[in-house]
């Protein structure tokens, strides 16, 4: 294309950079000029808790893209530490702060693309802003973090927020030999999984040793003399020592240029953008972390700050800014995935929490299964839980925790709904298989053929969340299994011997059977149906929910 429009661009990390390079392939001719207010460009930022946890020990890796492939290979024209701080949407002009100099200068454009992100939260309590607090979101922030833990003995540290970044943080502190402590608001960490999911996180936590804190909340920041933190004060009251204090509550858009020149914004506070990421000044668009994307279950918009939606976003952008042509923006998942030490934990969609905050009907399914064929060595057991319509089977969102396999699982399912697939298509799927690497009935598999069991009145799925009060409550796990674990309101009739001893069981009452994980109770459910039982439901995900779910109903032996 011979068009030599003039493209600037705002942020230079995953939706400036990825906009910027898109734009050049696009447009030979454009003059593409980015601005960055930081010192470095195209950094990974998801890489930095691993830098400093030693697991990624080359500093430079981290740096994606340097300023001469820029200049180089795209000839874009990069300038960090130059800070865009007006726009001036009739003149098409932008206001530059060079901050290592001082001075301001104009720079027209054609078109401009607004990719700055987002910053993290800082709550507004006393000690916050204590030398040793810190928040990540740059390489400068990593880079400080760094440099702290270098010249000092850092053995407490306490990470405020348990989310993604918040968990990955203490993880790696952990690694490094230090004693973490973890606070949380909500009632349980990871608050984007359904509690009993998330249990399973915070059982690896404790395992490991980590100090775990939920429903609390950050009060203070007691410093010393010198000071520095030196404890966290809680809501509850609690006191947690701290040589370190990492701030992970969360982040806010960077909106500052979009509301000072009248760019509309949606509920949950982005910018908003059409199909193509322009604004309302339809030769501004925006990107990244600080805009409103489509949700692909509900159809609303929302703030989804991720990498990949990011640079997706800045593609499209800068291919339409180029060119005035490019492909609709896709719906974004919220597809997201973490390690924390041995566990793996990932999500797509709606969990059955936020199915019901937007008014969806659903039903889910819980399974456990191992992650390839259990006679190879080396399987490891996964939970999977599928959240579906039960007036369509429309899938509506997944989660998984287990060890290996688990994004191969979500990252299925995630495919499944960006194509607006059903619990039927997901059942007929030809995944591949061969020992070493799945199961000729993968996990994915037997979710679905769960929840078509559910949809066709073969086997009725009650929620794990279900109280088994009222109902005549059969456990048809061997007696082993009992004796490990058991609910004092349950009958125990080993699935093997349940067809002789129908007689201890009353076939006009509402019945709900469980084992370990489900498997079982579904055979026992088809059993009973057929010899009568006309209200018979199988307790989705069986024991191993039920464990973490009402730990104290019941009788466990350690």
Same mark, same amino acid.
């Given at each position: 294309?011979?068009?030599?429009?003039?493209?600037?661009?705002?942020?230079?990390?995953?939706?400036?950079?990825?906009?910027?390079?898109?734009?050049?392939?696009?447009?030979?001719?454009?003059?593409?000029?980015?601005?960055?207010?930081?010192?470095?460009?195209?950094?990974?930022?998801?890489?930095?808790?691993?830098?400093?946890?030693?697991?990624?020990?080359?500093?430079?890796?981290?740096?994606?893209?340097?300023?001469?492939?820029?200049?180089?290979?795209?000839?874009?024209?990069?300038?960090?530490?130059?800070?865009?701080?007006?726009?001036?949407?009739? +003149?098409?002009?932008?206001?530059?702060?060079?901050?290592?100099?001082?001075?301001?200068?104009?720079?027209?454009?054609?078109?401009?693309?607004?990719?700055?992100?987002?910053?993290?939260?800082?709550?507004?309590?006393?000690?916050?802003?204590?030398?040793?607090?810190?928040?990540?979101?740059?390489?400068?922030?990593?880079?400080?973090?760094?440099?702290?833990?270098?010249?000092?003995?850092? +053995?407490?540290?306490?990470?405020?927020?348990?989310?993604?970044?918040?968990?990955?943080?203490?993880?790696?502190?952990?690694?490094?030999?230090?004693?973490?402590?973890?606070?949380?608001?909500?009632?349980?960490?990871?608050?984007?999984?359904?509690?009993?999911?998330?249990?399973?996180?915070?059982?690896?936590?404790?395992?490991?040793?980590?100090?775990?804190?939920?429903?609390?909340?950050?009060?203070?920041?007691?410093?010393?003399?010198?000071?520095?933190?030196?404890?966290?004060?809680?809501?509850?009251?609690?006191?947690?020592?701290?040589?370190?204090?990492?701030?992970?509550?969360?982040?806010?858009?960077?909106?500052?240029?979009?509301?000072?020149?009248?760019?509309?914004?949606?509920?949950?506070?982005?910018?908003?953008?059409?199909?193509?990421?322009?604004?309302?000044?339809?030769?501004?668009?925006?990107?990244?972390?600080?805009?409103?994307?489509?949700?692909?279950?509900?159809?609303?918009?929302?703030?989804?700050?991720?990498?990949?939606?990011?640079?997706?976003?800045?593609?499209?952008?800068?291919?339409?800014?180029?060119?005035?042509?490019?492909?609709?923006?896709?719906?974004?998942?919220?597809?997201?995935?973490?390690?924390?030490?041995? #566990?793996?934990?990932?999500?797509?969609?709606?969990?059955?929490?936020?199915?019901?905050?937007?008014?969806?009907?659903?039903?889910?399914?819980?399974?456990?299964?191992?992650?390839?064929?259990?006679?190879?060595?080396?399987?490891?057991?996964?939970?999977?839980?599928?959240?579906?319509?039960?007036?369509?089977?429309?899938?509506?969102?997944?989660?998984?925790?287990?060890?290996?396999?688990?994004? #191969?699982?979500?990252?299925?399912?995630?495919?499944?709904?960006?194509?607006?697939?059903?619990?039927?298509?997901?059942?007929?799927?030809?995944?591949?298989?061969?020992?070493?690497?799945?199961?000729? #009935?993968?996990?994915?598999?037997?979710?679905?053929?769960?929840?078509?069991?559910?949809?066709?009145?073969?086997?009725?799925?009650?929620?794990?969340?279900?109280?088994?009060?009222?109902?005549?409550?059969?456990?048809?796990?061997?007696?082993?299994?009992?004796?490990?674990?058991?609910?004092?309101?349950?009958?125990?009739?080993?699935?093997?011997?349940?067809?002789?001893?129908?007689?201890?069981?009353?076939?006009?009452?509402?019945?709900?059977?469980?084992?370990?994980?489900?498997? +079982?109770?579904?055979?026992?459910?088809?059993?009973? #149906?057929?010899?009568?039982?006309?209200?018979?439901?199988?307790?989705?995900?069986?024991?191993?929910?039920?464990?973490?779910?009402?730990?104290?109903?019941?009788?466990?032996?350690?």
């Amino acid at each position: 294309m011979s068009d030599t429009r003039t493209i600037v661009i705002v942020g230079a990390v995953a939706g400036g950079a990825s906009a910027a390079t898109r734009a050049r392939r696009c447009n030979e001719s454009a003059r593409i000029i980015l601005y960055e207010k930081d010192r470095y460009a195209s950094f990974a930022n998801c890489g930095l808790p691993y830098y400093l946890g030693g697991e990624i020990e080359d500093r430079e890796k981290l740096l994606v893209a340097k300023p001469p492939l820029f200049a180089d290979r795209f000839n874009i024209e990069l300038h960090t530490r130059h800070e865009v701080t007006g726009i001036d949407p009739e +003149r098409r002009v932008v206001t530059v702060l060079n901050r290592e100099t001082g001075e301001s200068f104009e720079q027209p454009y054609d078109r401009l693309i607004l990719a700055a992100g987002a910053a993290p939260f800082v709550p507004p309590v006393e000690g916050a802003h204590a030398p040793n607090v810190f928040t990540l979101r740059s390489l400068e922030d990593a880079d400080a973090i760094h440099d702290f833990i270098a010249h000092n003995d850092v +053995r407490r540290p306490v990470v405020v927020g348990a989310g993604f970044i918040g968990l990955e943080m203490a993880e790696q502190m952990h690694r490094r030999g230090m004693a973490v402590e973890v606070l949380e608001l909500a009632p349980q960490v990871l608050p984007p999984l359904d509690p009993e999911m998330a249990a399973f996180i915070e059982e690896e936590l404790l395992k490991e040793g980590v100090g775990l804190h939920t429903s609390d909340a950050l009060s203070a920041i007691r410093t010393g003399d010198d000071g520095r933190a030196n404890a966290v004060i809680t809501q509850n009251g609690k006191t947690l020592d701290a040589d370190l204090v990492i701030l992970s509550i969360g982040v806010r858009p960077m909106l500052g240029l979009a509301e000072a020149i009248g760019l509309h914004t949606g509920a949950t506070g982005g910018i908003t953008v059409n199909e193509h990421l322009q604004t309302n000044h339809s030769e501004i668009y925006a990107a990244g972390d600080s805009v409103e994307y489509c949700h692909g279950v509900t159809g609303t918009t929302m703030r989804v700050p991720l990498a990949g939606p990011a640079n997706r976003a800045g593609r499209i952008a800068g291919q339409h800014a180029a060119t005035d042509e490019a492909p609709a923006m896709a719906p974004v998942l919220g597809t997201a995935i973490i390690r924390v030490f041995s #566990k793996t934990a990932a999500t797509t969609g709606l969990s059955s929490k936020a199915a019901k905050a937007a008014g969806l009907p659903a039903k889910s399914v819980v399974i456990t299964a191992n992650n390839h064929a259990g006679y190879f060595p080396g399987a490891e057991a996964l939970t999977l839980k599928l959240v579906y319509s039960p007036e369509t089977g429309r899938i509506l969102g997944a989660q998984s925790v287990g060890g290996s396999g688990v994004d #191969k699982r979500i990252d299925v399912i995630a495919t499944a709904i960006g194509m607006r697939g059903t619990v039927r298509d997901l059942s007929g799927l030809d995944l591949c298989y061969a020992p070493p690497f799945g199961s000729a #009935k993968d996990p994915v598999h037997m979710a679905a053929f769960a929840a078509c069991n559910d949809l066709d009145g073969i086997a009725t799925l009650a929620d794990p969340t279900d109280s088994p009060e009222g109902k005549q409550y059969v456990d048809v796990r061997n007696p082993a299994e009992v004796a490990a674990c058991s609910d004092p309101r349950a009958i125990a009739i080993p699935l093997d011997q349940l067809r002789d001893r129908l007689g201890e069981l009353d076939p006009a009452l509402p019945t709900l059977v469980t084992c370990q994980s489900g498997l +079982r109770s579904h055979v026992g459910v088809c059993i009973l #149906k057929q010899h009568g039982f006309a209200q018979v439901e199988n307790q989705s995900g069986g024991m191993l929910l039920q464990r973490r779910i009402r730990p104290t109903e019941l009788q466990i032996v350690e």
